[in-house]
């Protein structure tokens, strides 16, 4: 079946660090792939997302590839600054489906 | 509305009570989706419904478990009979069309069940 396993944390960095959480899937076919983002007190938000292989996805200084030879789609952030504290969340959707699968979420906290 | 919005934010139940949770999704979206989400967890798929139809509703975890969108827009999830283990936070998302295409959600409802 489908899965998605992301790096477990929580992740504390200071500002202006740089922000690398992994995320890898298992499908069959050729899935979409997405980054969620959820803020304290707030719903579910897209974040990013690409939809084949080697699209690179990009939002608010966030970047994700679609690696379909490491079947994986790790987020990045060159500089974080405290307003990106938040759930992040890896997810995919199978082709022709409607369904997410979800990973189980990375806390990131930034301090100041 | 702008959003999805859903009702209420924060219920606590007593073991055996049943709860209505409600959804109201983006004016004009076709789908609608049930989500739950355990402390610590991703969420996890519930049921999904194409206007009022619902076509798939194979993640509800018991018969306990209802859902409808009897006019193809408000949704409501009934949990019958709350046990503990269905405490958790149950979101909504709505789309405007059916496969492939960005999901809206809402804020959640946070059931405890005491």
């Known amino acids: 079946g489908n899965s998605v396993t992301q790096m477990e944390g929580p992740v504390t960095l200071s500002e202006e660090a740089f922000l690398t959480i992994n995320c890898t899937y298992t499908?069959?076919?050729?899935?979409?792939l997405f980054w969620y983002v959820q803020y304290p007190g707030e719903g579910l938000q897209l974040l990013l997302k690409?939809?084949?292989?080697?699209d690179k996805g990009s939002n608010k200084g966030f970047e994700a590839t679609y690696r379909k030879e490491t079947t994986s789609f790790h987020l990045e952030k060159g500089s974080v600054q405290v307003s990106d504290s938040a759930v992040y969340f890896c997810a995919l959707l199978r082709s022709n489906d409607y369904k997410l699968s979800f990973g189980a979420g990375t806390t990131v906290t930034v301090r100041a | 509305g702008a959003g999805v919005s859903q009702s209420p934010r924060y219920k606590v139940a007593k073991r055996g009570q049943d709860v209505a949770l409600r959804c109201d999704p983006i004016s004009g979206h076709v789908s609608l989706f049930w989500y739950q989400q355990a402390l610590g967890q991703g969420p996890e798929f519930l049921t999904y419904f194409q206007n009022e139809a619902q076509l798939d509703k194979s993640g509800l975890p018991s018969d306990r478990f209802f859902a409808e969108r009897p006019e193809g827009s408000v949704s409501t999830l009934k949990i019958q009979r709350t046990q503990q283990e269905d405490s958790a936070v149950y979101l909504c998302a709505s789309s405007f069309g059916v496969a492939r295409t960005e999901a809206f959600f809402g804020q959640g409802t946070r059931l405890t069940v005491v």
């Open positions: 499908a069959t076919g050729y899935p979409s």
């Open positions: 690409a939809t084949k292989a080697d």
